[in-house]
């Protein structure tokens, strides 16, 4: 009887243990829009978050509310709805080869690089290629660089890469013969 309570007493209170999410997300930029209606201006948010798994898997979202944290909570919501798996090479170390992006007057340029350069981008750029797993990488933005249209230029480059197997497969040719 002893026992029984001695048991008892040593057990620990259930915890629910936390749930792993599936991907990482950075709030790329929050904006704080406003609308103009007959009492006056009607403050708003709008929040870019990316998110990723570090393996390839990289999407992103917007979203709009009136507070902060709802923005941010449906721009995230979004951004996992719209994820899609990226072209890397040598073990998710870099891009395949060089690629451009495009959106509106903002151009992104990727290139692949050594091992050891790092990730040598800048704001927007960096978060959507350290969230896909990329470690070795060089960019440069021309053109505006609003953040926004970096980032859709950057998947936009993203998406146009193509390995070389790929190539191989869609040409009806050998690895050897493209290389």
């Given amino acids: ?19 792993q999410k599936e ?12 609308k103009t209606v007959k009492g006056g201006r009607r403050m708003r948010f ?3 978050v990316v998110v990723g798994d570090h393996k390839g898997r990289i999407g992103f979202g ?22 899609f798996r990226v072209q890397l090479v040598e073990n998710n170390r870099t891009v395949p080869s060089d690629a ?5 007057s903002t ?4 290139k692949p690089a050594a091992p ?32 926004v249209n970096v980032v859709y230029a950057t998947l936009d480059a993203l998406q146009s890469m193509r390995t070389v197997e790929d190539v191989a497969k869609l040409r009806d040719k050998k690895i050897s013969e493209i290389r």
């Fill in 1 to 19: 009887m002893a026992e029984e309570n001695k048991q008892q007493r040593e057990r620990k209170p259930f915890r629910k243990p936390r749930e």
């Fill in 23 to 34: 991907f990482d997300d950075v709030v790329v930029s929050i904006n704080r829009v406003s």
């Fill in 46 to 48: 709008a929040a870019l």
């Fill in 62 to 83: 917007m979203g709009k509310a009136a507070e902060v944290p709802d923005a941010i909570k449906k721009a995230n919501e979004a951004a996992t709805k719209n994820v």
């Fill in 100 to 104: 451009i992006g495009k959106k509106g």
């Fill in 107 to 110: 151009s992104v340029v990727l």
């Fill in 116 to 147: 050891g350069t790092g990730v040598i981008a800048g704001g927007a750029v960096r978060s959507i290629l350290e969230l896909a797993g990329v470690s070795d990488v060089l960019s440069k933005v021309i053109g505006s660089r609003t953040s």
